[in-house]
């Protein structure tokens, strides 16, 4: 068991949508990079992707920080969730944000998002 004394670090490469925060902890960092929609050619189906994530974070992820590289501005606020650092930086020629997002506690109840910041297109 870690303690608050112990650095544990797990690292894993699977669907973000497949993990699940480790049990023996209650709260850690997530880092992820998910895709832009430049090389994929799929642009506008990255705002519900992005909507989705801070969905999965807000309900699965509570107590978590994350820190995502987020592949625009625009897709940064998609998430939903108030970003305490937001950090400019370019991805070859892309202008991208590296956010951090507090999560807080759960959300419950299944009436939708209550907890956005930004509403989605």
């Known amino acids: 068991n870690a303690t608050s004394h112990d650095l544990l670090l797990r690292l894993s490469c699977k669907d973000f949508f497949d993990a699940t925060p480790p049990a023996d902890v209650d709260a850690g960092v997530l880092i992820t990079n998910p895709p832009y929609g430049e090389r994929l050619g799929d642009e506008g189906a990255m705002p519900a992707l992005y909507a989705r994530i801070g969905d999965t974070l807000k309900r699965s992820w509570p107590n978590w920080n994350a820190w995502i590289l987020a ?26 944000r590296f956010v951090h997002l507090a999560i807080g506690e759960a959300a419950t109840g299944t009436d939708g998002p209550g907890w956005r910041t930004a509403p989605l297109d």
């Open 71 to 96: 592949g625009s501005p625009y897709l940064a606020k998609r998430f939903g969730l108030k970003p305490s650092v937001k950090i400019e930086i370019h991805n070859g020629p892309l202008d991208c």
